[in-house]
């Protein structure tokens, strides 16, 4: 069989959004994180903390959160925001692709908000992945380290996929932050960021047919040669 190559792994990446019920063992999970530490960091900070939900610490905090859901779907308790306010183009029309694109591949029209709600309610189940990871930093950080914990959220990633895993990113769960980081008696200067589901891809999932674009090279890439 032929090893991936870094750009295979990259290309093949993608946000998984319906998972199996096969498990993942601690020793998997450790694993991909032993290997995602050697992700770089300015100044080698490692500033990142991560904590691993899995077995029935994860189906607790998953029913935890869907009953303060149910009592208030609504709620916010998000300290950071998500997007910027007033989002712009081009930035507003790629998201708002990728939402009306999500919701074409689960047959979910627009008008239906029910249905839509329902459908992003399922970020609060990790999609049904067995294992679920959130991303916290020091309250005292800025934006250098929140770059550096991207890098290795990007390295679980790609480990991850390379291992036959899949993943996705889910910041929605910062719209619980003070659920989560209660559960993950998280102190009180961490701040909760982003949640990952981990776990083996439902390849038969029409949403896992989804295969997001990208815009082309020259489009935020400037080259000055003379
Ligand atoms: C930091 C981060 C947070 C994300 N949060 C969510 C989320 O809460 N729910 C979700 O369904 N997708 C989430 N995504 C997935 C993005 O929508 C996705 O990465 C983007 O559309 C590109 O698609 P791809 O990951 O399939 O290549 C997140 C991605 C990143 C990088």
Known sequence: MRTMTVEDILKARISTRAFLDTPVSEDEVRDILDIARWAPSGGNLQPWRVDVVMGPARDRLVEI?????????????????????????????????????????????????????????????????????????????????????????????????????????????????????AFLRLPENQQLYCGMALGYADKTAAVNKLRSSRAPVEEFATFLTD
């Open 65 to 181: 959160v869907g009953k303060a859901i149910t009592e208030d779907p609504s709620a916010d308790e998000s300290e950071i925001d998500i997007y910027p306010p007033k989002l712009e183009d081009p930035w507003r029309t790629r998201r708002y692709q990728l939402g009306e694109e999500m919701y074409e591949f689960l047959g979910i029209a627009r008008e239906n908000k029910m249905g839509r709600l329902a459908r992003f309610a399922k970020n609060y189940e990790f999609f049904d992945a067995p294992v679920g990871l959130f991303f916290s930093l020091n309250r005292r950080f800025d934006k250098g380290q929140w770059a550096h914990l991207g890098m290795l959220m990007q390295s679980i990633a790609l480990v991850a996929e390379e291992r036959g895993l899949a993943t996705c990113m889910q910041e929605s769960w910062t719209a619980r932050a003070k659920t989560v980081s």
